[in-house]
């Protein structure tokens, strides 16, 4: 079955510093990627997804994704962070696929706090 | 644009007592699912359906029960609540095609916070 790790639960960085978040997949076969944030009391936004194709993904918010395969990674990174960006981000895949509607699994999630 | 719809917002349950969640899907989705998120967790699967059809089960307690009406919005009841039912519960809802296109992302309501005293 797919699956999805965040490394690193927690990321602080500086306002107008780099932003990196790492998700690394498991998968049999080529999978489906998805960046989710979720802001305090809110619902979770698709930042981005990759489905097949271009390897490297852009999303809203200034964010992109690479997918590496002979890494099994998809980081999130964004150039220059903002201190709208603080926010829980999760990494998530399809368990299996069959058809395109399969249920998502997520990583544990990495909060991100940026500071002034 | 329209998007997932869920009520109410905030839900305040004494143990043993029920709740009923609802979800309104994003116009012409065919597909709902529901999902758990504890504190500090990340969301957990729970229940889907296609077409009004259950079409996937997660961890789902037996107290839980879903379905989808023909409108296609759907209901989480839930009973003998537990002080560990305390949750946000979301409802995503996702369509397999838009136009000649498959489409695979999932949009995500704002959530249900359940509170179990």
């Known amino acids: 079955a797919q699956s999805v790790t965040q490394l690193g639960s927690h990321v602080s960085v500086s306002e107008g510093a780099l932003v990196l978040l790492r998700c690394n997949y498991s998968?049999?076969?080529?999978?489906?990627l998805f960046w989710y944030v979720q802001y305090p009391n809110q619902g979770l936004q698709l930042l981005l997804k990759?489905?097949?194709?271009?390897?490297l993904v852009k999303g809203i918010n200034g964010f992109e994704a690479e997918f590496k395969k002979s890494e099994t990674s998809f980081h999130l990174t964004k150039p220059s962070a903002h201190m709208s960006d603080a926010a829980e981000y999760f990494c998530?895949?399809?368990?299996?696929?069959?058809?395109?509607?399969?249920?998502?699994?997520f990583g544990a999630g990495t909060r991100l706090a940026v500071h002034p | 644009a329209a998007g997932v719809i869920q009520s109410p917002r905030h839900l305040i349950k004494e143990k043993r007592e029920t709740a009923t969640l609802k979800c309104y899907p994003i116009p012409r989705h065919d597909t709902v699912y529901w999902y758990q998120q504890g504190p500090g967790q990340d969301p957990q699967f729970l229940i889907s359906?296609?077409?009004?059809?259950?079409?996937d089960k997660g961890s789902i307690p037996d107290r839980f029960s879903a379905q989808q009406f023909s409108d296609y919005h759907s209901e989480l009841n839930m009973s003998s609540l537990e002080l560990g039912d305390s949750a946000l519960y979301f409802c995503?809802?996702?369509?397999?095609?838009?136009?000649?296109?498959?489409?695979?992302?999932?949009?995500f309501g704002p959530g249900t916070r359940l509170t179990v005293t």
């Open positions: 990759y489905t097949t194709g271009a390897t």
């Open positions: 998530a895949t399809f368990e299996g696929f069959s058809g395109g509607y399969n249920k998502l699994i």
């Open positions: 995503a809802s996702s369509s397999r095609t838009s136009g000649s296109t498959p489409t695979y992302e999932q949009y």
């Open positions: 998968s049999s076969v080529p999978p489906y």
């Open positions: 359906f296609y077409e009004k059809m259950q079409s």
